[in-house]
């Protein structure tokens, strides 16, 4: 079995952040402590020089949307080139959706989306499973979906006329069926009603803009579903998991359902805390459409507030990459294809624009951006923590690296970032999945193929 020793790395957990040496023999960490020998390196071992570096437990996007097949369109990033991109980014695991069709039973629909990633992705990976409307017989197929050990599902309180929402007389019923089960409900929170009322008055106009998306669908419509939601889970006493939080009023109706004793437990994502809608009015602006739309300064300063006084738990990307070309098809709000890049510049972002910035210490960072996702997906402690015993998954972080995002330095098929331009100071060197170096110093040396599916235990995480 290969053998690779880090020494003298700053080891980051969520506890504490100390100097030690860690050896992984095979997939595994093997031993962590103050200092190897000579003598005791074993034979062979690949020995990595860290001094002054972090060592972080992998980087877990709990978002993401790699080989989306929506809309007539397919993303830009299949499940090899977004992994990979990933990869480069110090994200060892991922968490995608699969989608509920016709004809399949949940069970099967996973599976079949599980086949899509086996074989392609460089990565470790865990599914949520979408469920777009009930029917007799839904109840079975939840229950074979936990036996395949999926534990979390997704539904929309938004898309109607796509298909993807769920009838809110139905949520009552799919709570329900959920807490019997113990399957934790994620939910995209907009209030569809309120968007089609607002929608009804523009229709009639000629041209809908990129800068029209906040106006169609604004925090409100976050606001109402929350609360909704939010109202719903607090009287069956369960938690619910809301994904990509987007502003200062969604923020609002999460500490007032808390207030009332409900659980929530919310994630953000890079794109709303560090990009606004001034982007909106700018040249090729549809490469900034996405769903939440960007919000105001003030929804920003919201969520980093959030995240300070520990109201966000975790953070994701929602990764959903379309070419330049395919984002510039239309330009009309929409139907531009929506979603962004991420998953490569969560790590690097967070680090420089939240740990640099001063909103939280690298522990906490640690916390948001691999331990809380492993909880609360049912990955811990296997992904999520350094304990001995435990997959290596590891990046090596050097907190001193500057680089200066830009389109071409990143591996994503999209072949854009939204964040280009920003200056970093910190970015990841080393990725280890399962004890082996994907990548380093800007080189990709994984397997395509080579990430594994990762059975899920029932979260773990609850606020209580
Ligand atoms: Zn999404």
């Not at 669908?217 to 938690?239: D, S």
């Not at 999945?433 to 110093?441: A, L, Q």
């Amino acid at each position: 079995m290969g053998s690779l020793l880090i020494k003298n790395g700053r080891l980051v957990t969520v506890e504490q952040v100390q100097q030690k040496d860690l050896l992984v023999v095979g997939e595994k960490i093997k031993e962590i402590k103050d200092s190897f020998t000579a003598e005791e390196i074993p034979a062979g071992c690949t020995v990595i020089e860290a001094e002054g570096k972090y060592v972080f437990p992998g980087i877990i996007d709990a978002h993401t949307h790699y080989f989306l097949q929506s809309r007539n369109s397919t993303t830009a990033d299949d499940f090899y080139t977004g992994s990979v991109s990933a990869a480069f980014g110090g994200v060892t695991s991922f968490i995608d959706y699969a989608g509920q069709f016709t004809g399949l039973t949940l069970a099967e629909a996973n599976q079949r989306r599980r086949e899509q990633a086996e074989g392609e992705t460089v990565l470790d990976f865990s599914l949520h499973q979408c469920v777009y409307s009930l029917h007799p017989g839904i109840k079975d197929e939840l229950a074979e979906l936990k036996q395949s050990s999926i534990n979390n599902l997704k539904i929309f309180t938004t898309y109607r006329k796509e298909g993807y929402m769920l009838a809110e007389e139905s949520w009552e019923e799919l709570f329900r069926l959920a807490r019997e089960l113990k399957l934790l409900i994620t939910v995209h929170a907009e209030d569809n009603q309120l968007i089609e009322e607002i929608w009804a008055g523009h229709q009639s106009r000629t041209e809908v803009p990129p800068h029209f998306h906040p106006i169609l669908r604004p925090p409100q419509t976050e606001y109402r579903a929350i609360i909704k939601l939010g109202r719903l889970a607090g009287q069956l006493k369960m938690p619910i998991y809301i994904v990509h939080l987007s502003s200062r009023e969604g923020y609002q109706a999460v500490k007032e359902i808390r207030a009332s004793g409900g659980r929530l437990i919310v994630e953000t994502v890079p794109h709303y805390l560090l990009l606004n809608k001034d982007l909106l009015q700018e040249r090729q602006a549809q490469k900034y459409i996405m769903t939440p739309p960007l919000r105001e300064e003030a929804d920003r300063q919201a969520l980093w507030q959030g995240l300070q006084e520990k109201g966000i738990d975790l953070i994701a990307t929602d990764h959903c990459s379309f070419t330049v070309e395919q984002k510039l098809r239309s330009n009309h709000c929409r139907e531009i294809l929506p979603g962004i890049p991420g998953s490569e510049t969560l790590l690097p972002l967070i680090f420089s624009k939240g740990v640099r910035a001063g909103y939280f210490d690298v522990r906490r960072m640690v916390d948001l951006l691999s331990t809380r996702p492993a909880k609360v997906f049912g990955l811990y402690p296997e992904k999520g923590s350094l304990q001995v015993g435990t997959d290596a998954d590891l990046v090596v972080f050097d907190p001193k690296k500057e680089v200066r995002l830009a389109d071409a330095q990143q591996h994503s098929a999209a072949g854009y970032t939204p964040y280009t331009g920003i200056e970093l100071q910190g970015y990841p060197l080393i990725t280890i999945v399962r004890g082996k170096v994907i990548i380093k110093d800007g080189n990709f040396y994984g397997k395509r193929g080579s990430g594994q599916f990762l059975p899920a235990q029932e979260s773990s995480f609850d606020q209580g």
